[in-house]
């Protein structure tokens, strides 16, 4: 079946510019992550949503950064007043919650470039 | 904070030969697991081991696991040119967080 797909692939803006970042997760699958991943770095948690639950939003880096997921489906990050550190990918994932092994299927990616 | 590191942080080795990673985290888990990300692709789930298990294997991958050492070894054998990635350990911390935290991850380059 289809897989997590984030949209766009890639994304370039200018400072101070406002970006929404889209991520389709697996059907079916309750649980949403967004992640950061910084140029040869690890994986940054951002925020996670659980089926009709309130967010978990303690990685967010700053209120410019916030997310939403309408229908338990489909989320969207949005950065606004974007800054050059803000540059990275920006991954999505989604799980199965009720599986037990909290495995998580990530899509590829939105490669964010802030000039 | 960084639950899970890996080290060593990078891994260069021929073809044939085996890569061993290893990972180590601070806090008591429930499961941990292994990722590979290729270059400018999303993770893979590669395999998860739960607390109470110590060894699980996966084609050509061996897990360990020892949690009285907080500690997670991936051996990968007769490695193959196409297992040039990224790998990264994510713990599932115990108490019900069900939020996965990454380590830095070990780039592993396989020549052939």
């Known amino acids: 079946g289809a897989g997590v797909s984030q949209s766009p692939s890639n994304k370039v803006t200018e400072k101070g510019k406002d970006v929404e970042l889209r991520c389709d997760p697996i059907?079916?699958?309750?649980?949403l992550y967004w992640y950061r991943q910084s140029l040869g770095q690890g994986l940054e948690f951002l925020i996670y949503?659980?089926?009709?639950?309130?967010?978990?939003k303690s990685g967010l880096p700053s209120d410019r950064f916030s997310a939403e997921r309408t229908g338990g489906s489909v989320s969207t990050l949005t950065i606004q007043r974007t800054q050059q550190e803000d540059s990275a990918v920006y991954l999505c994932?989604?799980?199965?919650?009720?599986?037990?092994?909290?495995?998580?299927?990530f899509g590829p990616g939105t490669r964010l470039t802030v000039t | 904070s960084q639950q899970g590191e890996e080290d060593p942080q990078a891994l260069s080795i021929q073809e044939g030969e085996n890569a061993t990673m290893n990972c180590s985290y601070k806090?008591?888990?429930?499961?941990l697991q292994w990722y590979r990300q290729n270059s400018g692709r999303g993770l893979v789930h590669l395999i998860l081991?739960?607390?109470?298990?110590r060894e699980k294997h996966s084609g050509r991958l061996r897990v360990t696991l020892d949690t009285s050492k907080k500690s997670s070894s991936l051996l990968i054998t007769a490695s193959r040119a196409a297992d040039t990635a990224s790998y990264f350990c994510?713990?599932?911390?115990?108490?019900?967080?069900?939020?996965?935290?990454f380590g830095r991850g070990t780039s592993l380059i396989v020549h052939p």
């Open positions: 059907s079916g699958h309750t649980a």
């Open positions: 994932a989604s799980s199965l919650k009720t599986s037990g092994t909290h495995e998580q299927y």
């Open positions: 949503f659980q089926g009709n639950s309130a967010p978990d």
């Open positions: 994510a713990t599932g911390l115990s108490g019900g967080s069900y939020i996965p935290t």
């Open positions: 081991i739960r607390s109470n298990e």
């Open positions: 806090t008591s888990i429930n499961n």
